[in-house]
């Protein structure tokens, strides 16, 4: 017993300062990337072929890039209903307050905007692995330690040259009453590798201490206020995702974390799996990297329910 | 009869030097070198033209420290190993899932991955009788963790049978190793099972660098068996504090969450992810460690030593505890055996099995790391040999620091991979042996790339340990596993 206690002194208060204080990370962090373009020789395209994921594109999709159709689910012989279709059973909570739209299943990879001349950087295909930089001896890229990826919409992980990225804002203030001080999440692993999946459960440590901001993950869908999706959505995945978000209570939530569960990741276009979680449930928020830190999943949840400064 | 290709730990051969056998033969020469106690570290097919499929094992002998090769064509159907050989039982179920071979005589004939797509349900094994019922879990869990379904047939509490069926994380990596971008391979490698990104990128590295002739300076092997340890020291942490999660004895679960990050965050100090991303490549680590850093990390590391010294010894002073790990899940050294079990799971079953100690590869041929065993087989033996190998490699990892080589961290220039060469990979990742098999066609391009993760050895020894169980101790004994879905899925 006077062990227990006197491990109890020892170990101490270990909780991080986090949001009231900038996070600590280390300095080779990689955290958000910014282009240069004006380092670039005109023609050199080195750092789009270097990656490998299709994320670093020129004025549009990359030419690696293929637009994913998800085919009908069938399930018992039965062909289901639309993929990421809207069920007439769910009610969605609308977002009124002219933030950005929700990215809805129906913006695919491959809709991305026509941009401004040079390198741009799909933050949601984007492995931070920095090949693009080792593949760029002008030194056209380079990744900060800014910790703050989260975006609303699909579109708005676009990285490019000048602009801002377009961080998370809070849900709407009808959706913020019901979840703001208590979300209940249900979290499905659909491919994930086990680094995404670690790095979420960490924050259930003392160390980001998750339930001191109401946010809870649930053993069941049928208690939880939405789905915290993982991994590229493997086909012997898809009906088990399928099912749990159907299972979740309207009006719901559902948050992809990590390059799989956005685009697939290292695994886009393999045809085992369907290029993240968008086929089969409408997602409203989007934590990029592969897998993010602690830090920035945490940053994207408190964002979306309004406990951070837009900043 | 040939006696087969021997080679070591990240040696390679002309592909064409592996004895090709009868089918008759190969099952022969399979079954008399487990016998004479070699361990199947693998055992794959690969199309050899027209219908015909080139089956290859390779047989550990930890004693001798090699690897033995052999292979053999087979058509339609071949002679399962399984009745004579368990261990083999996983393996060719793999080979009839992905070639339509079958395996005659195997007597578990069920998918492994359903590669094919669709719900991963099969038929299967029932217990019928009075008070006789079946619990179905998975695939998606009440944790945050990865999806597989779990078959419980329970008289009462008790668990007569346990039938783990997997596949839901397949994601085409072996596939896509060949008939992929190369710019993508590494990435594969790395989130194959993304827990244990160092212990795979290491063996990929290994078996590139050997089929390409490349040197791998001393500095960079040494950086990579930090990198290794401290992927281990975290994970193991990370097991005895779920561990104790799940006995609900919550201070070793507290710290031990926490300390599990501190131990990632080593990792981090010296590439800047948790998970050890973008560390290892082909010849050599892409982040050095200077001065500064080296003793920011052994200050680190000596606070993290000191912390989890702490929470783990409370453990072993609980009688409640100790109740509940004691005597549970336990296996015995003959079914271990028999299973072909690797890593922590095997050495808790008094078996030494260790690649750093049988096949010393990198900086392990010069330093060693005394291996660690128990004997009794169950949940406090499977948590005592993790707790005795974190106590040595935090001074593995401190020694490497103090003495790291000069020069530099990564060899100068890549090299093309030869033509036709066959390389066997093995390293000691903290599940147990992660082991690559890697061959090149006659253009030098990949033309096989095999995986084997300690899970897919390990899967069946959790079944085999919940028999007699009750099944309230299903999450105690999965946890002292630990195994990777997605690693065994791939």
Known sequence: MFDVLLARWNQGHRTVGFPASPPALPDRFRGRPEVDPSKCPAGCRDCAEACPTGAVRFDGPSPQERPHACPPLVWRGRTTDDPGGESPLVVRPRHTDGGPASGRAGEEEGEVRGGGPGVQIDLGRCLFCTDCVDACPQGSIAYTTDHRLATRAREDLIARPGEVLKLAAALDEKARRLFGRSLKLRQVSAGGCNACEADVNVLNTVVFDLGRFGIQFVASPRHADGLLVTGPVTDNMRLALRKTWEAVPAPKIAIAVGACAISGGPYVDHPEVHNGASCEVPIDLYIPGCPPHPVTILDGLLRLLGRLDAK | ?490
């Open chain 2, 1 to 490: 009869m040939t006696s087969p290709l021997t080679l070591h730990n990240g040696e390679t051969c002309a592909a064409g030097e592996v004895p090709l056998l009868a089918a008759a033969e190969f099952r022969e020469e399979v079954l008399q070198a487990v016998e004479g106690g070699r361990r199947i570290a693998a055992l794959f097919g690969r199309p050899a033209g027209g219908d015909r499929v080139r089956l290859a094992a390779v047989l550990a002998n930890g004693a001798e420290g090699t690897l033995a090769l052999t292979s053999a064509d087979v058509e339609k159907s071949f002679h399962s190993l399984t009745p004579d050989c368990p261990q083999a039982h996983l393996f060719e179920r793999e080979i009839a899932e992905q070639f339509g071979l079958v395996p005659e005589g195997h007597p578990w004939m069920k998918p492994v991955r359903f590669p094919r797509g669709g719900a991963a349900v099969t038929d299967f094994f029932r217990v019928r009788g009075e008070e006789v019922h079946e619990v179905a879990v998975g695939p998606v869990h009440a944790g945050v963790i990865e999806p597989g379904h779990f078959r419980f047939q329970c008289h009462g509490e008790e668990v007569f049978h346990l039938e783990i069926s997997l596949g839901y994380q397949h994601r085409g990596v072996e596939r896509a190793m060949i008939e992929g971008r190369e710019a993508r391979r590494i990435h594969l490698i790395e989130t194959l099972a993304g827990d244990t990104s160092i212990g795979h990128a290491m063996a990929y590295a290994r078996a590139m660098e050997a089929l390409s002739g490349a040197r791998v300076p001393a500095r960079a092997q040494a950086l990579r068996g930090i990198a290794l340890e401290l992927e281990r020291l975290a994970n193991h942490t990370g097991d005895l504090a779920a561990l104790a999660n799940d006995v609900g004895y919550l201070p070793t679960a507290s710290y031990g969450g926490r300390i599990r990050g501190d131990f990632l965050n080593l990792t981090a100090l010296l590439c800047g992810s948790r998970f050890g991303r973008g560390l290892v490549r082909p010849g050599g680590v892409r982040f050095d460690l200077d001065p500064t850093r080296a003793a920011e990390l052994v200050e680190r590391l000596d606070a993290a030593t000191r912390d989890v010294g702490e929470a783990v010894n409370l453990l072993w002073e609980t009688p409640s505890v100790m109740a509940r790990f004691e005597e549970t899940g336990s296996i015995s050294r003959e079914v271990c055996e028999q299973l072909g079990l690797v890593g922590p799971a095997a050495r808790a079953c008094g078996v030494g099995r260790d690649v750093r100690h049988e096949f010393p590869y990198g900086i392990y041929r010069f330093f060693q790391i005394p291996m660690s065993t128990w004997e009794t087989g169950d949940v406090f033996a499977r948590a005592h040999v993790r707790w005795l190998e974190i106590q040595r490699s935090i001074p593995f990892i401190r020694e490497q620091v103090k003495a790291l080589p000069e020069g530099p961290a990564r060899a100068d220039a890549a090299h093309p991979l030869e033509a036709g060469r066959l390389c066997v990979s093995l390293v000691e990742g903290w599940r147990g042996e992660i082991c690559h098999v890697a061959m090149t066609d006659a253009a030098g391009r990949l033309a096989a790339y095999k995986i084997v993760d300690p899970s897919f050895h390990n899967w069946t020894g959790l079944a085999m340990a919940l028999r007699g169980q009750q099944i309230s101790d299903f999450p105690l004994c999965n946890k002292s596993f630990n195994l990777s879905y997605c690693g065994h899925d791939l």
